[in-house]
């Protein structure tokens, strides 16, 4: 399922824990890196690899939002919504970005590129409103910002 | 007048700020090896006692009566968490850390792990901080190859490694308990106390967990002392901390103060005052959880835990939002409530079903549809999540919503159209 130079970077996660399971969410972070969500499969690898069963993975996939039981598009968007970012004009970029890509709330685009989600604090308060593109964060962002940024993901 | 200080702050801004030749060139990692060599782990726990530092991530703990809570001769490991999941709504203040000088918080986990006799730190840090893992795994692995982290380091015979953990977008991995089930890789709900984590922690063994900011402070009280510590700010609650002040402000950011300014100057100094020219509403002093504050509490108010115990809030995790006269505050309350809903962990009932009661309620009085019994039913629904639950969560919703009720009352009456008679 993943490349010897994946499976070495599990297995030195792996090692850093007294018990295998302990690695589960850093494993489980770079099976999403490797193929965007985690799949029934990858989560069955999961297990086999930290000697768990699969109910033990789902229980972690299915409680964290950053994790991803369900295919996302290519490229995920989180809108803070908390209230410093709602204070500072999000819902307004929120509004923008759901009408531009024409999806609501965990909504992807019909050509799979762009899913929508929102996120609750992001600890970027004081550079309000913010968001993650692909887990990387901008902020201070007016609706040109977003415009640019959408057009710079391929 | 506020008189911004530089301790935890002084090397943020530098060029290469995260490098380790720049932190060694400002006198980086002397303590520590200094540490080592001649430091006695007692005397250490006891000068951190003494320094009064406590726990900056929002509970506001001794950090050295917590350390002191391990138990002697233990034959177990010992583990050393320290908590960068940093999710209070209005906190951006350890990301501040990680991002501009992360060896300083590398140079406070080695002493600290001496400190307590722990040969394994994990630093568990929210996914949502990409740029900020990368650079503590960067400034990690330039302390392993520097051999700052590893085998018999510099000589000494104290063994270390350290570990990057990571979460997955849920506020409650803050919860040291939660934090504990999240690294064992266990669905991370909390755990009820006693045991308390100093004597069953991480897989069972003792465990210390402090904040990012926490830790930060100790390179500083152990170079220094104890007494210079106690000395600054506020007697009762001493050092400098890192406010984080976001919302309708000019200036908002991270601003290092000793303790026991004037809220009311750090609005109107440091951060250029309130946006456009607008009047103040109201303050949520130490993140989302604390207790609001109306314009003359605001007023009259210093930022020490005496004064704010006094007016009925706390510091927590110094998170300050600004709200001015436009805000809606049922609408700002309901932002909140929805934050609680959507993080709690499911685990209590009170909590699990009275937070999304509680938006629901609120729902109803932003769409017009208010009922005159509805303050009375917030208040009863906090009444009964507040302490009833294994963690502090659903107390952290029930403070900013019964405040809120409380003390803008009037703009909830407004919506639902006719005065009511609510409350206790």
Redesign the interface.
């Known amino acids: 399922m993943f490349s010897e130079q994946v499976i070495a970077e599990l297995e030195t996660l792996r090692s850093?824990?007294?018990?295998p399971?302990?690695?589960?969410?850093?494993v489980?972070?770079i099976v999403q890196r490797e193929q965007g969500w985690c799949s029934p499969e990858a989560q069955a690898w999961v297990a086999e690899f930290?000697s768990?069963t699969p109910l033990?993975v789902n229980?972690?996939v299915t409680?964290?939002?950053?994790?991803y039981d369900k295919q996302q598009g290519r490229h995920i968007i989180?809108v803070c919504?908390?209230?410093?970012c709602?204070?500072?004009g999000s819902k307004d970029l929120w509004k923008h970005l759901s009408g531009k890509l024409g999806v609501d709330r965990n909504g992807t685009t019909e050509d799979g590129k762009f899913t929508l989600r929102s996120?609750?604090?992001?600890?970027?308060?004081?550079?309000?409103p913010v968001l993650?593109l692909d887990?990387?964060?901008h902020e201070n962002l007016s609706n040109d910002d977003v415009d640019r940024l959408l057009e710079s993901a391929s | 007048m506020i008189t911004q200080s530089k301790v935890l702050s002084a090397r943020f801004g530098k060029p290469d700020s995260c490098a380790l030749s720049g932190y060694r060139e400002d006198g980086g990692y002397v303590t520590y090896l200094d540490t080592l060599k001649t430091g006695q782990p007692d005397e250490l726990v006891a000068t951190v006692k003494e320094s009064g530092l406590k726990g900056r991530g929002g509970a506001g703990f001794s950090t050295g009566m917590k350390w002191s809570f391990v138990p002697k001769g233990t034959d177990k490991?010992i583990y050393l968490c320290v908590n960068g999941d940093?999710?209070?709504?209005?906190?951006?203040k350890?990301?501040q850390i990680i991002e501009h000088d992360p060896h300083q918080l590398l140079e406070g986990v080695g002493i600290t792990c001496f400190a307590i006799k722990s040969h394994t730190a994990y630093i568990y840090l929210?996914?949502?901080?990409?740029?900020g893992i990368r650079k503590v795994q960067a400034a990690i692995d330039e302390a392993y190859a520097a051999g700052l982290f590893g085998k018999n380091i510099d000589g000494s015979g104290f063994d270390l490694?350290v570990?990057v953990?990571?979460?997955?977008?849920?506020?409650i991995c803050g919860e040291e308990t939660s934090l504990l089930n999240?690294?064992?890789?266990?669905?991370?709900y909390p755990r009820n106390k006693p045991p308390f984590p100093a004597v069953e922690g991480l897989?069972g063994c003792p465990t210390i967990i402090n904040n990012i900011e926490t830790i930060a402070n100790i390179p500083h009280i152990v170079k220094n002392g104890a007494a210079w510590h106690a000395g600054l700010g506020s007697k009762d609650d001493p050092g400098t901390r890192l406010w984080?002040?976001?919302?309708?402000v000019n200036k908002?950011?991270?601003f290092e103060i000793e303790t026991g300014f004037s809220l009311q100057e750090l609005i109107d100094g440091p951060c250029g005052g309130v946006r456009d020219g607008k009047l103040l509403k109201a303050v949520?002093p130490g993140g989302?959880s604390s207790r609001v504050l109306t314009v003359d509490e605001v007023a009259r108010t210093n930022m020490d835990a005496t004064s704010m115990r006094e007016i009925g809030s706390s510091l927590g995790s110094a998170?300050i939002?600004v709200?001015d006269e436009t805000?809606d505050m049922v609408d700002?309350v309901l932002?909140?409530m929805?934050?609680y809903a959507?993080?709690s962990?499911g685990q209590c009932t009170p909590c699990r079903e009275g937070t999304p009661w509680v938006v629901k309620v609120l729902e109803r009085i932003m769409s017009g549809s208010g009922r005159t019994e509805d303050l009375a039913l917030l208040v009863d629904i906090a009444d009964n999540m507040e302490g009833r639950t294994v963690c502090a969560l659903a107390d952290g919703a029930c403070w900013p919503l019964v405040s809120i009720v409380e003390k803008f009352r009037h703009e909830f009456e407004a919506k639902i159209g006719a005065p009511v008679g609510a409350g206790s």
């Open positions: 850093h824990y007294p018990k399971i302990a690695a589960m969410v850093p489980l972070h930290l768990v033990d229980e972690v409680f964290y939002p950053m994790l989180h919504r908390t209230l410093s709602d204070a500072c996120a609750e604090c992001l600890a970027s308060c004081g550079t309000a993650l887990g990387e964060r | 490991p940093e999710s209070e709504p209005g906190t951006f350890d990301r929210r996914c949502e901080f990409a740029e490694d570990y953990a990571t979460g997955a977008g849920a506020y999240s690294i064992e890789g266990i669905r991370p897989f984080c002040v976001s919302g309708h908002p950011g991270v949520i989302s998170g939002i709200l805000t700002a932002n909140l929805k934050f959507h993080e962990c």
